[in-house]
């Protein structure tokens, strides 16, 4: 176990509409990141959050947004859905100091 | 551009019998590069970090090894609970906020 959750496990939405996924890690760890994986590929970053603050993102357009809140939980929001959205989405968190990150179980979108 | 690329894609093995997993790498500066194992339907589990070229680390029947530009996760004697998709990260200097992933080698062990 790795000490990070993710809610909901699985969620179905409609194309245009905006859904919010949830995330919480362990103490400590104040480095919370996000991934997309598309089947049969690997997880791409979508961005990466310290201490509350937004510290890295890759190439995801801007209704990708995140939050990371003081008690380790952070969220996932992504805005005007797309049919190329659905995917399974993993947290991942780090403790200061460390290298290495933990991942979540994901939750898996599927978007119609 | 920074590039993990992972082969093969996919491996079938009979229980027992060796391999390795390769992992080719293009980073300006590698900070670290991971292994993961992850099953169906699951987020990754970490296995091992390399730091340098020349460092090895073993779990079970798994180890791992790096060079400047790949590395090879040896699986010795593999059981049926080994097979999993094993993917390959790194973590480059001048961007280590990132972590570019490889699309990982799925392993299937028959007994």
């Known amino acids: 176990e790795t000490g990070v959750t993710q809610s909901p496990t699985h969620l179905i939405k409609t194309r245009g509409q905006q859904v919010t996924l949830r995330c919480s890690s362990q103490s400590g760890h104040n480095t919370v990141s996000w991934y997309q994986q598309a089947l049969g590929q690997g997880p791409q970053f979508i961005f990466q959050?310290?201490?509350?603050?937004?510290?890295g993102r890759g190439n995801f357009p801007p209704r990708f947004s995140g939050l990371q809140f003081p008690n380790y939980s952070s969220e996932l929001n992504v805005n005007a859905l797309e049919l190329d959205d659905s995917a399974l989405y993993l947290c991942?968190?780090?403790?200061?100091?460390?290298?290495?990150?933990?991942f979540g179980p994901g939750t898996r979108l599927t978007v119609t | 551009e920074d590039q993990v690329t992972q082969s093969p894609e996919a491996l079938r093995l009979q229980e027992g019998e060796s391999s390795s997993l390769n992992c080719s790498y293009t980073v300006s500066g590698l900070r670290g590069l991971f292994w993961y194992r992850q099953d169906p339907g699951k987020g990754p589990e970490f296995l091992f970090t390399l730091y340098s070229a020349g460092e090895e680390k073993e779990k079970e029947r798994l180890k791992a090894t790096l060079t400047k530009k790949e590395s090879f996760l040896h699986i010795t004697a593999p059981k049926p609970e080994d097979s999993a998709t094993y993917l390959c990260?790194?973590?480059?200097?001048?961007?280590?906020?990132?972590?570019?992933f490889g699309s990982g080698t799925k392993l299937n062990v028959k007994p």
């Open positions: 959050y310290y201490r509350e603050e937004e510290n």
């Open positions: 991942a968190s780090k403790p200061t100091g460390s290298y290495e990150q933990y």
């Open positions: 990260a790194v973590q480059a200097y001048d961007n280590f906020n990132k972590f570019y």
